[in-house]
C-alpha cells in the first residue's frame, strides 16, 4: 500500500461539471503539493499548502489541506478541456521533509 | 535554459542487462531524487539526494544504485534488469530543505525489460 492514495484513480466528464479529488494517508504530511502531467511530460507543480485547514484557490481550482495534515482536496469549478491531464498530490512527510511521496495520481478527462 | 536533462529517452533491456540512466540539472539544487512511473501507482520514489556524497533510498529501492559525486549529476543504475523494472523512470530536482521547494521533474525515460 501507499502512504498517499488518491480518489477516483479515473474521471471523465463533460464540459461545465464541477469535481473534486481527494488525497488521503494515515502519515502527518509538513507540507503537501498538487502537480499536474500531460502525457510525454514530468508533472508540473500547481500549488503548495504549508497549515492545516488551509485553502488556496488559483482561479478555477481550490486547493484545501486537511486540519490533522493527513488530507488534501482539489476541487475544480466549471472544468474546461485543458484541465485534462493527471492529477497527483505529494507530500513532504513530517520526520523526513528531504522525502517527497506522491499519491497514486487521478486521471481527468474533461469533453467538450 | 535546460533544466533537468534525462538520457536517454527510450531503452530497451534483455533480463540481466545492465544499464544506466543519466540525470543532470543546472539549477545548482542540492536535492536530487528518482521516482518509477507505473499505470495506477502514480510516482514511487527510488533513491534521493540532499548533496554530493549523500545518497538515501526511498519507498522502493531495490535492485537500484545510486551516487552523487557531483552537484549537477545523479545517475541511476540497474545492475541486472528485471521485467518488473519495465516502467517510465523521473529525475525531479529542487532547493534541499525546504518542504515547500518546487519539484522540477525531467522528462522521462521509458524502460522496457524484456
Known amino acids: 500500500t501507499q502512504l498517499l492514495e488518491q480518489s477516483p484513480q479515473f474521471l471523465s466528464i463533460q464540459e461545465g461539471e464541477n469535481l473534486t479529488v481527494y488525497c488521503n494517508s494515515s502519515s502527518v504530511f509538513s507540507s503537501l503539493q498538487w502537480y499536474r502531467q500531460e502525457p510525454g511530460e514530468g508533472p508540473v507543480l500547481l500549488v503548495t499548502v504549508v497549515t492545516g485547514g488551509e485553502v488556496k484557490k488559483l482561479k478555477r481550482l481550490t486547493f484545501q489541506f486537511g486540519d490533522a495534515r493527513k488530507d488534501s482536496s482539489l476541487h475544480i469549478t466549471a472544468a474546461q478541456p485543458g484541465d485534462t491531464g493527471l492529477y497527483l498530490c505529494?507530500?513532504?512527510?513530517?520526520?523526513?521533509?528531504?522525502?517527497?511521496?506522491f499519491g497514486t495520481g487521478t486521471r481527468l478527462q474533461v469533453f467538450p | 535554459n535546460a533544466g533537468v536533462t534525462q538520457t536517454p529517452k527510450f531503452q530497451v533491456l534483455k533480463t540481466g542487462q545492465s544499464m544506466t540512466l543519466q540525470c543532470a540539472q543546472d539549477?545548482?539544487?542540492?536535492?536530487m531524487s528518482w521516482y518509477r512511473q507505473d499505470p495506477g501507482m502514480g510516482l514511487r520514489l527510488i533513491h534521493y539526494?540532499?548533496?554530493?556524497?549523500?545518497?538515501d533510498q526511498g519507498e522502493v529501492p531495490n535492485g537500484y544504485n545510486v551516487s552523487r559525486s557531483t552537484t549537477e549529476d545523479f545517475p541511476l543504475r540497474l545492475l541486472s534488469a528485471a521485467p518488473s523494472q519495465t516502467s517510465v523512470y523521473f529525475c525531479?530536482?529542487?532547493?534541499?530543505?525546504?518542504?515547500?521547494?518546487?519539484?522540477?521533474f525531467g522528462e522521462g525515460s521509458r524502460l522496457t525489460v524484456l
Open positions: 539549477m545548482n539544487h542540492e536535492y
Open positions: 505529494a507530500g513532504a512527510l513530517a520526520y523526513n521533509t528531504d522525502k517527497l511521496i
Open positions: 539526494s540532499v548533496g554530493a556524497g549523500i545518497t
Open positions: 525531479a530536482s529542487k532547493l534541499a530543505g525546504l518542504n515547500t521547494g518546487e519539484l522540477f
